[in-house]
Structures are given as structure tokens and as C-alpha cells.
Nanobody, 117 residues
């Protein structure tokens, strides 16, 4: 089992910045990647960004956030961060941390990000 605890998020104006952090505990050797998804009201949950946890590689971003969001990891603290810049109202959503495992995926509880116009 893997447990994920998210922090960050909140309310920001258009063009502002926010940071999210996700701390993972548990059987981390089973995890291949971590990242963030988001779900806006009335919409399906969608990929934001992912990054591999134990091997080097290029992070994967949704086209809608490329150039504005940056995902990073800290293996010493088992955390994955998402720095969000140049935020837009359409970025408003509940953001969920995900740990992608060899046998199962694990989700955090979600944190609200609201971008006002």
C-alpha cells in the first residue's frame, strides 16, 4: 500500500502562481511514477503531469499546461511537486496526486485550485 498526502493549492488570480506538493509513504518500491491529475466540475479527470520516480526520464505534460507547469521530484523526501505559473481560470479544478505502481495506482484526497478572472 502507498499513502499520498497533498498540500498546497488555494485561490489565486489569473496570471498568478501556486505550488502543490505530494508526500508518499508506504511500499514505494512498487511505484514507477508519480504525478498529478485534475478534475473540473462536470468534466472527467485528466492528466496534468507525471514523472518517473526511480529512473531518469523526461516528465510528461498535458499540452494545456506545457510551458506553464513544472513537475519535480525529491526522492530523499519521497515528494513530488507541481509548480504552476501563469494560471488561467480554466486551470480551476481539484488536483489529485497519483502514484503509478506496477500492480496498482494510488490516489491522494485532492486539493482545490481556484483561479479567479
Amino acid at each position: 500500500q502507498v499513502q499520498l498526502v497533498e498540500s498546497g493549492g488555494g485561490l489565486v488570480q489569473t496570471g498568478g502562481s501556486l505550488g502543490l506538493s505530494c508526500a508518499a509513504t508506504g511500499k514505494l518500491s512498487t511505484i514507477a511514477a508519480m504525478g498529478w491529475y485534475r478534475q473540473a466540475p462536470g468534466k472527467q479527470r485528466e492528466l496534468v503531469a507525471t514523472i518517473q520516480t526511480h529512473t531518469p526520464g523526461t516528465p510528461n505534460y498535458a499540452d494545456s499546461v506545457k510551458g506553464r507547469f513544472t513537475i519535480s521530484r525529491d526522492n530523499a523526501w519521497n515528494t513530488v511537486d507541481l509548480q504552476m505559473n501563469s494560471l488561467k481560470p480554466e486551470d480551476t479544478a481539484v488536483y489529485y496526486c497519483i502514484a503509478i505502481g506496477h500492480l496498482a495506482n494510488y490516489w491522494g484526497q485532492g486539493t482545490q485550485v481556484t483561479v479567479s478572472s
